[in-house]
């Protein structure tokens, strides 16, 4: 467990993007019939998501987000000097995305750019990166981008995540300022568990071939996929949950000294409805501090948490805010942040 102290950094603003294209979960019959997807859809708790069509990337939503950021803040673009963009489904294998985002958004060519592959505690950790870069002097303002079209990234023949994922993108924008005192992180990762959520093939430890890509049945309930799809054992996963951010988020109260009645909002991420019920059962939350957007997205991966605060928050960070953010999953790897929040711009939901 890692566990770190910032002082005087935070976030002033954030923006989210989703695609146009609503898919309601009830129609999404396809490939299974109606009583198996009513009674999928009503145990997860997703009754629409959002899916991007096939020229449609996450850095197309990050951008969109940051464009409309930048403008309601008033943002100078050549005075960001830090550009960090978090995905598991980028453009290319190379160049990095946030180098070719740094010239499509109009950024100095002094920009610092660089790209996280992290799946759905990607947001915690890439805030943690740019809050760590932003001790430094030399780094005033900075652009946190996070971005995953995870629609294209799993079977709709595979019952366990057709009805689970969807797309979006958001922007932050991070800077320097006396009033945000003091925020905490902890950071956790267990390489044992790699295969709980995983893609086999495709890479370069299994290169992508003609078998790869060969649709095949996969257990006793006929689900299909093949091994360039995404899989997730969720039993062993939700075991994984309930063991683990518990224990989590006494650690970060523990070391923060942040007492939990002074948290304004736990933000966490939308796995699903069962499981966030759960943790906010165990943890003894108020639901009312819980917000949640899983009906309307689906589980957008590390885009969860922070499309929760924008579709959730809006109007809700203007004065200040104690923000508890927790994320989990594909790794595995956990995280959790305690986060000041104060007079933080959040501009309308963007389509596109």
């Not at 453009?91 to 010239?103: G, H, K, N, V």
């Not at 430890?205 to 790869?212: A, I």
């Not at 683990?244 to 970060?252: A, C, L, T, V």
Request: contains cysteine; negative net charge.
């Amino acid at each position: 467990m890692a566990l770190l102290r910032f002082s005087n950094i935070g976030m002033t603003g954030i923006a989210a993007a989703v695609p146009q294209t609503v898919i309601n979960n009830y129609g999404y019959t396809q490939h299974f019939p109606a009583d198996q997807v009513k009674e999928v859809v009503d145990k997860i708790g997703i009754k629409e998501r959002r899916f991007a069509d096939d020229k449609t990337c996450s850095s197309d939503l990050c951008c969109a987000a940051a464009e409309k950021l930048i403008h309601e803040m008033g943002i100078n673009k050549s005075e960001i000097d830090l550009l960090v963009f978090v995905s598991q489904t980028p453009d290319y294998r190379m160049p990095a995305t946030s180098i070719i985002l740094q010239d499509r958004l109009g950024l100095s060519n002094r920009t610092l750019a660089f790209d996280i592959s992290l799946g759905c505690s990607g947001f915690i950790y890439g805030l943690s990166v740019v809050y760590s870069f932003m001790q430094h002097q030399g780094i005033q303002n900075a652009l946190l981008l996070d971005g995953e079209t995870r629609s294209k990234v799993y079977s709709p023949k595979d019952r366990t995540s057709a009805f689970l994922f969807g797309d979006g993108g958001v922007a932050a924008v991070i800077e320097r300022n006396e009033k945000f005192g003091d925020s905490y992180f902890s950071l956790n990762s267990d390489g044992s568990r790699e295969s709980l959520i995983k893609i086999n093939a495709g890479g370069y430890r299994h290169p992508s071939s003609s078998d790869t890509l060969k649709e095949k049945i996969v257990d006793e309930f006929g689900n299909i996929r093949n091994e360039e799809q995404g899989y997730m054992n969720g039993g062993d996963v939700f075991n994984f949950v309930i063991r683990e951010i518990p224990k989590d988020f006494y650690h970060i109260i523990d070391f923060s000294g942040v007492k939990k009645s002074n948290i304004d909002f736990f933000v966490f991420h939308q796995a699903n409805e069962f499981m966030n019920n759960y943790l906010v059962k165990k943890l003894e939350i108020d639901q009312v501090k819980a917000p949640t957007n899983l009906a309307k997205f689906g589980n957008v991966s590390s885009v969860s948490l922070p499309l929760t605060i924008v579709s959730e928050l809006q109007n809700e960070l203007k004065d200040r805010k104690i923000l508890f953010l927790s994320a989990f999953g594909v790794g595995m790897t956990w995280a959790s942040a305690i986060i000041n929040v104060e007079n933080c711009i959040i501009p309308n939901l963007v389509e596109i």
